[in-house]
C-alpha cells in the first residue's frame, strides 16, 4: 500500500480554535504509526509541514518506507511559512528528512504561483505523485487525513485533499489530532 497523506499544522500560539496542540504530538505520533502499520504501507507521499507531515515523514522513516516529498514552492520558503512559523523544534527535522529525500531524489518542488493558489495546487501535485508512484511499485493508493475531523471551511486544504482524493476513487482513512 502506497499512503499519501495531508494534515494539520500545530496550532499557532494565539490559535482561536484547537486543531492540532503542541502537547499531542506524541499521541497523534502514535496515532500515524498505527495506521501506516495496519495500511502495510510500503511508501508515503505528502509536503513536509510541522504537526501531520513531518510527523508522519519521521514514522515512515523508523519503518524504513519509501518517501517522496511535494512541496509547493522552494525549500527554504516552506520552511519559513509551513515549518518554524508554529510551536515546537520542527526545522531541525524537517532539515534532516529533507536532505534524506533529496539525497534519494525523492524531492519534488514545484513551479511558484501565488501563495493562495500554491498549497492547493501543492494537494493536487501530491496526490498526481502519489498515483504515479503507486503505479510504479505495483500497490494501491490510500488517502490519510490527519486532523480534528472538522472542516474549517471552503478554504480548507486538508478537507480540500479529501474531497479531491474521494474523487480520484482513493479510500480515504482518518487519524485524529485531538
Given at each position: ?64 518506507l ?14 519559513e ?32 504561483t ?45 478537507e ?11 479510500t ?7
Open positions: 500500500m502506497l499512503v499519501t497523506l495531508a494534515g494539520r499544522r500545530i496550532d499557532a500560539i494565539d490559535a482561536k480554535e484547537i486543531r492540532f496542540p503542541l502537547k499531542n504530538v506524541e499521541l497523534v505520533t502514535g496515532r500515524v504509526r498505527e495506521m501506516l502499520t495496519q495500511q502495510q504501507a510500503k511508501a508515503l507521499v505528502c509536503a513536509a509541514a510541522c504537526g501531520a507531515d513531518l510527523l508522519a515523514l519521521s514514522v515512515a522513516g523508523e519503518l524504513r519509501h518517501r517522496k516529498i511535494v512541496l509547493p514552492f522552494s525549500r527554504q520558503r516552506f520552511r511559512t509551513s515549518v518554524v512559523d508554529r510551536p515546537g523544534e520542527w526545522g531541525p527535522l524537517y532539515d534532516r528528512i529533507l536532505d534524506e529525500v533529496e539525497g534519494k531524489g525523492d524531492l519534488v518542488v514545484m513551479a511558484p501565488s501563495d493562495g493558489e500554491a498549497y492547493a495546487a501543492g494537494n493536487l501535485a501530491i496526490l498526481d505523485q502519489a498515483i504515479q508512484l503507486g503505479r510504479e511499485l505495483h500497490e494501491p493508493v490510500t488517502a490519510a487525513l490527519v486532523w480534528n475531523g472538522e472542516s474549517r471551511g471552503s478554504s480548507d486544504i486538508t480540500g485533499f479529501g474531497i479531491e482524493a474521494r474523487r480520484r476513487g482513493l480515504v482513512v482518518e487519524v485524529k489530532t485531538l
